[in-house]
């Protein structure tokens, strides 16, 4: 079965600095990985996703993701955190499968992250 | 707008009533899903259809709990004699569904239920 883990329940960094909130999964074959954002009673909103290829993923509003296939992580980072960018984020991790299959979507329990002015 | 559209956003009903939430996709996605979330945790799929078809429940889908996408178009997610441990942000996402993709989901604003 595969799974997701987001060790931290909550992350704080300064506005300004530079911010990382980690993701570590499990899956029998090839990942892809994602990264989403919530907002207060909104619903997910995709920022980038991992399918082959660079490491390095660049997605939306500035953030990025390493993969590191070794360690099994996909941590998503910032190079400078914005108060607008506190938010809950998701990581998710789908098992590649037999191409055009449907393979399930796992959704970690999420980490808060708290820009502070 | 053509991202993927949900309604009611809120829905407040008595514990034993029935509710009906509606999600339509973005237009061109073949598969649609219906999530579940609770307050600090992360979506818990409960079904997916591949066009009409619904290929995939969750065994947190109980027999109280019914979804249709007649037509491959629209879907409707109906929960029956509701209880108290119902209430929660009900998700919609919609993916392509296309060969060779990675087949991203698109979430809907949500539908958040609470059941008094």
């Known amino acids: 079965a595969q799974s997701v883990a987001q060790p931290e329940d909550q992350v704080n960094v300064a506005e300004g600095n530079p911010l990382t909130v980690k993701c570590t999964y499990s899956?029998?074959?090839?990942?892809?990985l994602f990264w989403y954002v919530q907002y207060p009673n909104r619903g997910l909103q995709f920022l980038l996703k991992?399918?082959?290829?660079?490491?390095l993923v660049k997605g939306s509003y500035g953030f990025e993701a390493e993969f590191n296939k070794s360690q099994t992580s996909f941590h998503l980072k910032k190079p400078s955190a914005l108060v607008s960018d506190s938010a809950l984020y998701f990581c998710?991790?789908?098992?590649?499968?037999?191409?055009?299959?449907?393979?399930?979507?796992?959704f970690g329990t999420g980490t808060k992250l708290q820009v502070i002015p | 707008d053509t991202g993927v559209s949900q309604n009611p956003r809120h829905k407040i009903t008595k514990r034993g009533q029935n509710v009906t939430f509606r999600c339509d996709p973005i237009?061109?996605?073949?598969?649609l899903y219906w999530y579940r979330q609770t307050l600090g945790q992360g979506p818990e799929f409960l079904t997916y259809?591949?066009?009409?078809?619904?290929?995939?429940k969750s065994r947190l889908l109980s027999d109280r709990f019914s979804a249709e996408r007649p037509k491959g178009s629209f879907s409707t997610l109906e929960i029956q004699r509701t209880e108290q441990g119902d209430s929660a942000m009900y998700l919609c996402?919609?993916?392509?569904?296309?060969?060779?993709?990675?087949?991203?989901?698109?979430f809907g604003p949500g539908t958040r239920l609470t059941v008094l």
């Open positions: 996402a919609s993916s392509p569904g296309l060969a060779g993709d990675s087949d991203t989901q698109y």
């Open positions: 899956v029998s074959g090839n990942p892809y």
């Open positions: 991992y399918i082959t290829g660079d490491n």
């Open positions: 998710a991790v789908r098992d590649r499968g037999p191409s055009g299959g449907y393979q399930k979507v796992t």
């Open positions: 237009s061109e996605h073949n598969r």
């Open positions: 259809f591949q066009n009409e078809a619904q290929l995939e």
